[in-house]
């Protein structure tokens, strides 16, 4: 039901990324190929698929993690706010604009405050009143503020695994970013804090555009406005999510792996 | 139901057998270390005193003190220390988290290794031709110094390189991912939570270079001078050599004066090992994940 709305609106909100013909491959193994896709603003975009499927290179691609892996290669075009990505020099500017979130939880060994303001601190704030403020807005939109509020000065690392991911995710968000990149982030975390994170990004699409990698389809479902189904490195389908699961579709596979069937 | 089979009875002996083994293999490790002390405060305790660590020796070397030879040794081991953790560490950091794996980064890796195999009479004699004749600096504190910064370089480099590493990589990609530069991570998250570890190597190269004797005898320590060190460029008596001396080349010196001299040395380093452990426990205390 939530989705009939804003898949209105996404239709008529600007292009955030256009991908083109995009080909990953790590030597001469590939991991992605043939990808064409476009996510408009505010949009939840679910990609699905089993393991090797090239999800989280594609993320990798979005992000120009390339540059930090020697072996990785990517061809084709893709445009960051209509900005061609494999062509610009600041990759700096354009990962602090783009906030992701890992499998496996990343508490950084430092306070639950310093894990926030570390973004804000690169970007040159140094001001603790503004600080305060940031940190604050973080948690509370990650849904962990109340929890820490606290105990600030507690180190991140220890947090439980469930608070850490949220952690991650203020994190994330305190870059002020224009895209958030989830990359399966409830497979070390209870169905509680799950559902808790769903809702944020529920709330988040309001200021953000999401791309959710996962490997729950249900929670694409539930989440994605619409969403691509990867496999073996291609990408099969693209489509309004409701479609993939009582719609059309165009390929056969999409409805086995989507109901089930294998995978 | 849990009644103990014949098998779990032999696993459960088995796993005693060995615990009783790597015990006692443990316990012998103490025993050398035990021995060492008891010997040299047994033999060298009834030399010690104000006068012996503060007075110059005479007479020889038959009376006196050790203050010129414990002065120099300090001089060489701090003088040493400023020239090999900033280059060896910095040159960890950047093998740890710059340079690609290519040949060129192993050919330094296997240059490191080998640095580290080549016995200090190499060092020494390398010493005297680059840094007392080919530079210029004669024998002198400088020179003997830096002969021993070059050989005790692979081991801060080697320690601080694996510390580095030990750092969990998803710490980096987390950093990267917010578009922090590569320094920027170092910075923050990388070596905050290595130094531990370097001061570890810190520490080994402080008790190696301390102890040394044959790099600095060419390069910058004497067999005998009254003078205190005041330069770099001074000669100096080095704790090491004058315990070498004393103990071979002194005729009637008392029996309790070499073991004195040792005791002096392994108090030393003891002391200068207990700061940095001082030091990392309380960095230790503010940094845990």
């Known amino acids: ?263 | 139901m849990f009644q103990a089979s014949a098998l779990n009875k032999r696993n459960e002996s088995v796993q005693k057998l060995y615990r009783m083994l790597f015990g006692m293999m443990t316990l012998m490790l103490i025993a050398p270390v035990l021995l060492i002390l008891g010997t040299l405060i047994a033999k060298g305790g009834g030399a010690i005193s104000w006068e012996f660590l503060f007075t110059a020796p005479t007479d020889g070397m038959r009376s006196g003190g050790v203050l010129p030879a414990l002065l120099g040794t300090v001089w060489l081991v701090m003088v040493a220390l400023m020239l090999s953790v900033p280059i060896g560490v910095c040159a960890a950091i950047y093998l740890s988290e710059y340079a690609g794996d290519n040949w060129f980064t192993r050919t330094i890796n296997l240059a490191i290794i080998n640095l580290a195999g080549v016995p200090s009479i190499v060092h020494a004699l390398f010493g005297l031709g680059a840094f007392v004749i080919f530079f210029g600096f004669g024998t002198s504190i400088l020179a003997a110094s830096l002969t021993l910064a070059v050989m005790t370089m692979p081991v801060v480099i080697v320690a601080t390189r694996e510390s580095l590493q030990a750092v969990p990589q998803a710490f980096r990609e987390a950093c990267w991912n917010m578009g922090a530069t590569r320094w920027q991570t170092i910075r923050r998250v990388v070596l905050p939570n290595a130094i531990t570890g370097i001061l570890t190597g810190v520490i080994l190269e402080v008790s190696r270079t301390a102890g040394e004797t044959a790099p600095i005898m060419f390069t910058g320590a004497v067999f005998f001078t009254p003078f205190l060190p005041e330069s770099v460029m001074d000669q100096t008596m080095a704790l090491s050599l004058h315990l070498f001396v004393a103990a071979t080349q002194v005729p009637g010196i008392a029996d309790e004066v070499p073991f004195g001299i040792a005791l002096v040395l392994i108090g030393l380093v003891l002391t200068m090992n207990s700061a940095s452990i001082a030091f990392r426990m309380w960095l230790r205390g503010k940094k845990k994940w």
């Open chain 1, 1 to 263: 039901m939530h989705g009939r709305q804003s898949k209105g609106g996404a239709a008529a909100s600007p292009i955030k990324l256009a991908v083109k013909d995009l080909r990953i491959s790590y030597g001469k193994a590939v991991a992605l190929q043939g990808v064409n896709l476009e996510i408009h603003e505010h949009e939840i975009f679910g990609i699905i698929g089993p393991a090797n499927a090239g999800k989280t290179s594609f993320l990798k691609a979005l992000n120009r993690m390339d540059v930090f892996n020697t072996g990785m290669r990517v061809d084709g075009e893709i445009r960051f706010n209509g900005l061609d990505t494999r062509h610009l020099k600041n990759v700096y500017a354009l990962r602090s604009r783009i906030g992701v979130v890992f499998p496996l939880p990343v508490g950084l060994p430092m306070t639950v405050y310093d894990n926030v303001a570390l973004s804000p601190r690169w970007r040159g704030i140094t001001n603790k009143a503004e600080l305060d403020v940031i940190v604050q807005r973080c948690l509370t939109r990650a849904a962990l503020w109340d929890e820490v509020k606290d105990r600030l000065g507690a180190l991140g690392s220890l947090l439980s695994g469930g608070q850490q991911q949220r952690l991650t995710i203020a994190r994330a968000l305190s870059q002020e970013p224009d895209l958030l990149m989830l990359d399966e982030f409830s497979i070390a975390v209870d169905p509680v804090t799950t559902m808790r994170i769903e809702d944020v990004l529920k709330e988040l699409r309001q200021e953000v555009t999401i791309i959710l990698v996962t490997n729950l389809v249900q929670q694409a479902r539930r989440l994605a406005d619409r969403t691509a189904f990867f496999l073996n490195g291609e990408c099969v389908e693209i489509g309004v999510t409701e479609d993939l699961f009582t719609g059309e579709v165009k390929d056969k596979r999409t409805r086995d792996y989507v109901e089930g069937r294998f995978g």
